[in-house]
């Protein structure tokens, strides 16, 4: 349909952008006049026509094109801009029939072999709705960003609950449309559809954008067939990819979808997006805390599958960049967590695949990885983790540093005493600080060194938070191991 009429406003979903390159990014909209019901839309597809600009009026107009937004996608439209100048910011918008959608802003990366001076980006993850307001987002929206990172548990998949401070639309969601209307509800939060209009996004998924705590083709419910698992898997990867600025080589095939891959920022930086869910092996004992003992230790267990580790090894050893950064989920660091009964470690996380944890610390020390730095999300908690070659030996030599960042609001307010991470705050030797809040973390880089300023709003359950910056730490280039810098 050429002139299509809508019975609302069809860009109601905002804009966004994505997986940035020196020539181009991805950018992103939705067709959905009505997107609480379902998007209320014929299933034919729609012409929409998109321009790029280098000015906000678009007066400098660099490009422009048409392209079909098809029902079989949701009527989405993912557009990959090519032969765009390096490291530069540009202004994008669609048209559909007489409508236009909101002016979104984006930047491009910086040419494979420029250095440049700085780069900001900041990283959060875990934003349920019910918990509460995305407080974090305006704050985000005022710093001079080059890119937000989103870790996973963009949306969670559990029916609505009362008296909470929001409410799920619907029961627990499985089917395509269930998960479209469930992404709807997200976007249509003007905090977030707004950080995603104003900056680049480079995402990954954890478990609740599909199952909790699902590992490969296992369920964490027990009676769950393979077949309707896969059936319901095929629902969530495709509704993920229609509602995130993503490439074609992201796009699902089935009830499969390769979201692991790489993004460089000139020579200061080469992120590494992975995906800890899809490929890993069942968790070893349960995927509660436990101790460190027999199947942890399984030689063929995996946290990322053999092809997604080979990958990542392969481009570390490849890398010419500063700063080698593993944006991924669960955490790296082998926190004991237990009391005077024994140690206990979380088997969902990278202590639970420990053969696999180790091969990847040692391959980082043996082959000299520059400055691998690794951001987590997952917990709802701020960690400062220096990672060691050998977590038990407290002389064992620094391969790198984890910052683990909170959530937007999963858990509530936060700022709360909890006495079990109190006690592995305390009792693990490489944890540098802990906090509780919800939040974000802000990174700036140089060549010389990485600051992370760990804001923190002080509550979720209404609107307005003030941001505060709880602390601020520092790695130096060259030599792993976070130092604070102040706060805490």
């Known amino acids: 349909n050429e002139s299509p009429k809508f019975l609302a406003y069809p860009f109601s979903l905002g804009v966004a952008s994505g997986d940035p390159e020196a020539d181009g990014v991805v950018i992103w909209t939705r067709l959905s006049p009505d997107p609480l019901d379902g998007g209320r839309l014929d299933p034919e597809p729609i012409r929409v026509e998109w321009e790029v600009s280098q000015d906000e009026a678009f007066s400098k107009i660099v490009q422009k094109g048409k392209c079909l937004a098809t029902p079989q996608l949701g009527h989405s439209v993912h557009v990959e801009l090519t032969g765009l100048s390096p490291h530069s910011w540009y202004f994008y918008r669609f048209h ?55 870790l996973g548990d963009y949306i969670y998949e559990y029916a609505g609950r009362d008296n909470r401070v929001r409410k799920h639309l619907g029961k627990e969601v499985e089917s395509l449309d269930e998960y479209r209307l469930r992404y709807s509800q997200y976007r249509m939060d003007e905090d977030l559809q707004e950080t995603h209009r104003l900056f680049p996004w480079l995402v990954t998924w954890d478990d609740h954008e599909f199952d909790n705590n699902y590992a490969n083709l296992v369920s964490e419910q027990d009676g769950i067939s393979p077949e309707s698992f896969l059936a319901r898997r095929m629902n969530a990867y495709q509704a993920y990819y229609e509602f995130m600025p993503l490439r074609k080589r992201s796009f699902p095939q089935g009830p499969d979808m390769k979201l692991y891959r790489k993004c460089s920022y000139g020579q200061l930086a080469d992120f590494f997006v992975l995906d800890t869910r899809q490929y890993r092996t069942d968790q070893p004992n349960g995927d509660r805390q436990k101790p460190m003992t027999g199947k942890v230790f399984d ?37 004991n967590r237990g009391d005077d009964k024994g140690a206990r470690y979380s088997m969902d996380q990278w202590p639970g695949y420990e053969v696999s944890r180790r091969r990847l610390l040692q391959f980082f020390h043996d082959r000299k990885i520059s ?59 490489f944890v540098k600080w802990y906090n509780s809040n919800r939040g974000y973390v802000s990174c700036e880089l140089t060549k010389d060194h990485w600051k992370s300023y760990f804001r923190a709003t002080p509550f979720v359950t209404k ?23 102040s706060g805490a």
């Open 96 to 150: 559909a029939g007489s409508e236009i959608s909101p002016v979104g802003r984006t930047r491009t990366a910086p040419k494979r072999m420029d250095m440049p001076d700085k780069m900001k980006f900041a990283f959060t993850s875990c934003q349920h709705l019910e918990s509460g307001f995305f407080n974090g987002y305006p704050h985000m929206q005022n710093e001079d960003l080059d890119l937000v990172i989103h």
């Open 299 to 335: 030689s063929q267990a995996t946290m990322l599958g053999s092809e997604q580790e080979g990958w990542l090894m392969g481009g570390l050893l490849n890398s010419e960049a500063t700063w080698n950064v593993l944006a991924q989920q669960v955490m790296m660091a082998a926190l």
């Open 371 to 429: 400055n691998p730095v690794v951001l987590t999300g997952d917990i709802h908690l701020n960690w400062v983790n220096d990672l060691q070659l050998d977590f038990k030996d407290p002389k064992s030599p620094l391969v790198g540093t984890e910052w683990v960042g909170t959530s937007m609001t999963s858990a509530g307010n936060g700022g709360n005493f909890i006495p079990e991470y109190e006690r592995a705050a305390k009792q693990n030797n």
């Open 463 to 485: 609107k307005g938070s003030p941001i505060e910056t709880k602390a601020i730490f520092m790695i130096e280039e060259g030599q792993p191991g976070a130092h604070l810098v």
